[in-house]
């Protein structure tokens, strides 16, 4: 069964410095997607980052880099520069069962979440 | 990428009654998903619904409590059955793409 784990609850960080969000999980797939979704009060859910899992290089979105360790899977989000608009529910997404490489879009698992809090 | 709506935003409900959610796709996609955020907590997925056949549910929930219509491909209802307080959630619909899901803004239901 596909699991993910968010170790940390709650996240502080001071406006402008920089923190790391952790996730792992457990896939027996070998090629697939990792995704991380923020969700601001408004409860809309915002993608802010995608790997691919057969891609060596991590993704960087702007202040947004993941660390991915496949062989650990380990899929962590640092956020840069950290602004008073990034606090939100941030999700680490592995997909869910059966989720082949060229369908990113099969259903997600979810991870508990992690609310980050930025302090001005 | 997909811009989704969701009606209703929230809803205040007696229990026992039950209330169908909209969700409408401004393009054609072949696979919606249902998901349940109850408070404080992750997103479980309810059900994947496929235009032109029967919803397929996640363990734990059953279509007589979350009965589920895809009458075309831009459009899918959840309906909650029967509601308890403990359905209290955000029910949000999403759509895939070959890139990433897109979510709806989610429909706050809360259950006294």
């Known amino acids: 069964a596909q699991t993910v784990t968010q170790s940390q609850p709650e996240m502080s960080v001071q406006e402008a410095e920089t923190v790391t969000l952790s996730c792992t999980y457990d896939t027996s797939e070998s090629d697939y997607y990792l995704f991380w979704y923020k969700q601001p009060p408004s409860r809309q859910m915002i993608l802010v980052i995608r790997?691919?899992?057969?891609?060596?290089q991590n993704a960087t979105e702007n202040r947004f880099s993941v660390n991915f360790q496949k062989a650990a899977k380990s899929f962590s989000l640092k956020i840069s520069d950290s602004q008073l608009g990034d606090a939100a529910m941030y999700f680490c997404?592995?997909?869910?069962?059966?989720?082949?490489?060229?369908?990113?879009?099969?259903?997600?698992?979810f991870g508990g979440g992690t609310r980050l809090m930025v302090k001005p | 990428s997909a811009v989704i709506s969701q009606k209703p935003s929230r809803d205040i409900c007696q229990r026992g009654t039950s209330l169908t959610i909209q969700c409408q796709v401004d393009?054609?996609?072949?696979?919606m998903f249902w998901y349940r955020q109850q408070p404080g907590q992750s997103l479980t997925l309810i059900a994947t619904?496929?235009?032109?056949?029967?919803?397929?549910?996640e363990s734990g929930f059953v279509i007589d409590k979350f009965p589920i219509s895809r009458p075309n491909l831009t459009f899918s209802t959840l309906t909650v059955s029967n509601m308890s307080p403990e359905d209290s959630s955000i029910y949000l619909c999403?759509?895939?793409?070959?890139?990433?899901?897109?979510f709806g803004p989610g429909t706050r239901l809360t259950v006294l």
């Open positions: 619904a496929n235009q032109g056949s029967e919803a397929t549910y």
């Open positions: 997404a592995p997909p869910g069962l059966s989720a082949p490489l060229n369908n990113a879009g099969n259903m997600l698992t």
């Open positions: 790997q691919e899992a057969y891609k060596q």
């Open positions: 393009s054609q996609v072949t696979m």
């Open positions: 999403s759509v895939p793409d070959p890139n990433e899901q897109f």
